[in-house]
């Protein structure tokens, strides 16, 4: 079949038997080129229209032009072609014949000729899309009615062509009712909705942990272990059972025989248990040896053998007859009738005291004890007479400690130390807010009474909230002589404290901290103690 070189319209033969057919085959191809239009999207790249293509439609759609660079290809034919751009586009399209090039931007339209030669394209004017771009039907279907696609839960009735709603699947009044009612079931009418539901819960999103904390606050039934202080009723004294005692119940049974219930199969009962040195002991309902008691009773560390017994504390005795010469112990009594007697029946009467003698005991020198009156007493002295001297208890004697130097404490290393004097801490502290300005003094104190910072300026620390940018000093000065630095490092937030020598400040000295000439963009929020002692 021949066609047009135009359109590509079928042309009529003579002797064709289907001319009616061919003339509205024609019509309609004529139809399509003068209203439809050829739609191309470059979103997924470049677009090339065909020789076909051009021949049957005047108007060319293009859509999608997101990235720089899009073109489309237009074929070596002789063509009038209106080409649009839609305005969703964000880039210029190329319109592209052999050489030449006509750029169209989004939401234009382009007035096109194609003379048929390799680079033979013209525009002959440009113009603005304004409104909606046109929408092209899709091609009718099975699933397709009048050009419009049917979706989910629409139906074409294959006979009527009637368009419907497929009711399958979808939530109709009858089956909501029947889902509800389900879901209420035989709920009572309080607790039907889920307000009241919400109501009973106590409006609580974590209902289920709540209760979970509340029951671990609670005993069980079954051996349950209390805390705290425990209460409960005070049962009948002397009473037997499985309640649970009191105090106030155990009290009033303390001191007296303990009698156990009348003996039953569950009972052991009817022995009564005595208390004290009976040597048994009722634990629960059951009858035991206190082998504590035993124990005790079988110690005999408080007795003195026969053998060279060694007595201690005040021994006593009955006192033998004056005249008794035998192995019998003598008491103090026995040796002062026997002196008595041995003097002719006077008394014996010790020597008089004096500052050497009492009562017939020597008093050696340096003993640590004198003669005061006739009143014999600790002399302290014997151990020092240094004022300020401190006696304590080494690990083996009493020992005096020297006094110490004019501010000092005393401070002891508990019970397997001597106690030592001490330097008394002189503690300066401050804490920097913030950032710091340009060589800003944050400290300047002076000194209420005399200290000294040791070398080393061991205890002495500078921390800061917001570590420093770069290397940054603080210098310590004493009345303006620098005498140590607190340093930073580059992202350090933990200054090196260091001072060369102790340095001591009298009373009204004044001891000041300064910054660097130039702050530290970062560093902020500084802590400083500096550890010192009193002179």
């Given at each position: 079949?021949t066609?047009?070189?135009?359109?590509?319209?079928?042309?009529?033969?003579?002797?064709?038997?289907q001319?009616?057919?061919?003339?509205n085959?024609?019509?309609?191809?004529?139809?399509?080129?003068?209203?439809?239009r050829?739609?191309?999207?470059?979103?997924?790249?470049?677009?090339?229209?065909?020789?076909?293509q051009?021949?049957?439609?005047?108007?060319?759609a293009?859509?999608?032009a997101?990235?720089?660079?899009?073109?489309?290809?237009?074929?070596a034919?002789k063509?009038?072609?209106?080409?649009?751009?839609?305005?969703g586009?964000?880039?210029?399209?190329?319109?592209?014949?052999?050489?030449?090039?006509?750029t169209?931007?989004p939401g234009?339209?382009?007035?096109?000729y194609?003379?048929?030669?390799?680079?033979?394209?013209?525009?002959f004017?440009?113009?603005?899309?304004?409104?909606?771009?046109a929408?092209s039907?899709p091609?009718?279907?099975?699933?397709?009615?009048?050009?419009?696609?049917?979706?989910?839960?629409?139906?074409v009735?294959?006979?009527?062509?009637?368009?419907?709603?497929?009711?399958?699947?979808?939530?109709?009044?009858?089956?909501?009712t029947?889902?509800?009612?389900?879901?209420?079931?035989?709920?009572?009418?309080?607790?039907?909705?889920?307000?009241?539901?919400?109501?009973?819960?106590?409006?609580?999103?974590n209902?289920?942990?709540?209760v979970?904390?509340?029951?671990?606050?609670?005993?069980?039934?079954?051996?349950?272990?209390?805390?705290g202080?425990?209460?409960?009723?005070?049962?009948?004294?002397?009473?037997?059972?499985?309640?649970?005692?009191?105090?106030?119940?155990?009290?009033?049974?303390?001191?007296?025989?303990?009698?156990?219930?009348?003996?039953?199969?569950?009972v052991?009962?009817?022995?009564?248990?005595?208390?004290?040195?009976?040597?048994?002991?009722?634990?629960?309902?059951?009858?035991?040896?206190?082998?504590?008691?035993?124990?005790?009773?079988?110690?005999?560390?408080?007795?003195?053998p026969?053998a060279s017994?060694?007595?201690?504390?005040t021994?006593?005795?009955?006192?033998p007859?004056?005249?008794?010469?035998?192995?019998?112990?003598?008491?103090?009594?026995?040796?002062?009738?026997?002196?008595?007697?041995?003097?002719?029946?006077?008394?014996?009467?010790?020597?008089?005291?004096?500052d050497?003698?009492?009562?017939?005991?020597?008093?050696?020198?340096?003993?640590?004890v004198?003669?005061?009156?006739d009143?014999?007493?600790?002399?302290?002295?014997?151990?020092?007479a240094?004022?300020?001297?401190?006696?304590?208890?080494?690990?083996?004697?009493?020992t005096?400690?020297?006094?110490g130097?004019?501010?000092?404490?005393?401070?002891?290393?508990?019970?397997?130390?001597?106690?030592?004097?001490?330097?008394?801490?002189?503690?300066?502290?401050?804490?920097?807010?913030?950032?710091?300005?340009?060589?800003?003094?944050v400290?300047?104190?002076?000194?209420?009474?005399?200290?000294?910072?040791?070398?080393?300026?061991?205890?002495?620390?500078?921390?800061?909230g917001?570590?420093?940018?770069?290397?940054?000093?603080?210098?310590?000065?004493?009345?303006?002589?620098?005498?140590?630095?607190?340093?930073f490092?580059?992202?350090?937030?933990?200054?090196?404290?260091?001072?060369?020598?102790?340095?001591?400040?009298?009373?009204?000295?004044?001891?000041?901290i300064?910054?660097?000439?130039?702050?530290?963009?970062a560093?902020?929020?500084?802590?400083?103690?500096?550890?010192?002692?009193?002179?």
């Amino acid at each position: 079949m021949t066609t047009t070189g135009g359109f590509a319209l079928p042309t009529i033969a003579e002797a064709s038997a289907q001319k009616f057919q061919q003339f509205n085959d024609s019509i309609d191809t004529l139809d399509r080129a003068l209203t439809d239009r050829l739609s191309f999207s470059l979103t997924g790249g470049n677009a090339t229209a065909t020789t076909a293509q051009v021949r049957q439609y005047q108007v060319i759609a293009l859509s999608g032009a997101a990235v720089v660079g899009r073109t489309l290809t237009l074929p070596a034919v002789k063509r009038m072609l209106l080409v649009t751009l839609d305005s969703g586009s964000s880039q210029s399209v190329g319109l592209v014949r052999g050489a030449s090039t006509v750029t169209i931007a989004p939401g234009q339209a382009a007035f096109l000729y194609l003379d048929g030669s390799a680079s033979g394209l013209a525009a002959f004017g440009f113009g603005t899309v304004t409104g909606p771009t046109a929408y092209s039907l899709p091609i009718g279907s099975a699933s397709t009615l009048g050009g419009y696609k049917v979706g989910t839960n629409l139906a074409v009735d294959a006979v009527t062509g009637v368009l419907s709603v497929d009711t399958t699947g979808l939530a109709t009044s009858a089956n909501l009712t029947a889902a509800i009612n389900a879901l209420v079931a035989s709920a009572p009418g309080t607790l039907d909705t889920l307000n009241e539901l919400a109501a009973a819960l106590g409006n609580d999103a974590n209902f289920a942990a709540t209760v979970t904390t509340a029951l671990a606050g609670k005993a069980p039934l079954a051996s349950p272990g209390f805390t705290g202080t425990p209460t409960g009723p005070t049962g009948t004294a002397g009473a037997g059972g499985t309640q649970l005692a009191t105090q106030a119940y155990a009290d009033a049974a303390a001191g007296s025989a303990y009698t156990l219930p009348a003996a039953s199969d569950t009972v052991r009962g009817g022995v009564k248990v005595a208390t004290g040195t009976s040597g048994l002991v009722l634990t629960g309902d059951a009858l035991t040896v206190d082998l504590a008691l035993i124990a005790e009773l079988t110690d005999l560390t408080p007795y003195a053998p026969k053998a060279s017994p060694a007595f201690t504390g005040t021994p006593t005795a009955p006192t033998p007859a004056t005249a008794d010469d035998s192995t019998t112990l003598a008491t103090t009594a026995h040796v002062h009738a026997v002196a008595a007697a041995a003097a002719g029946g006077v008394a014996y009467t010790l020597p008089a005291a004096s500052d050497t003698v009492r009562g017939g005991v020597t008093v050696a020198a340096s003993a640590g004890v004198k003669l005061v009156g006739d009143a014999l007493s600790l002399d302290l002295d014997d151990l020092g007479a240094t004022q300020g001297a401190v006696l304590y208890r080494s690990g083996s004697a009493w020992t005096v400690l020297a006094p110490g130097t004019a501010g000092q404490v005393l401070t002891t290393g508990g019970a397997a130390a001597n106690p030592a004097w001490t330097s008394a801490p002189y503690d300066v502290t401050l804490f920097v807010e913030g950032l710091m300005t340009n060589a800003e003094t944050v400290l300047r104190l002076a000194a209420p009474r005399a200290f000294t910072v040791p070398a080393g300026a061991a205890g002495s620390y500078a921390k800061a909230g917001t570590a420093a940018t770069g290397s940054t000093t603080l210098t310590l000065y004493k009345g303006g002589v620098a005498f140590g630095t607190m340093v930073f490092a580059a992202s350090g937030a933990t200054a090196t404290v260091t001072v060369a020598s102790a340095t001591s400040f009298a009373a009204g000295d004044v001891l000041s901290i300064t910054g660097p000439a130039t702050a530290d963009a970062a560093l902020a929020d500084i802590a400083i103690s500096l550890a010192g002692s009193r002179n």
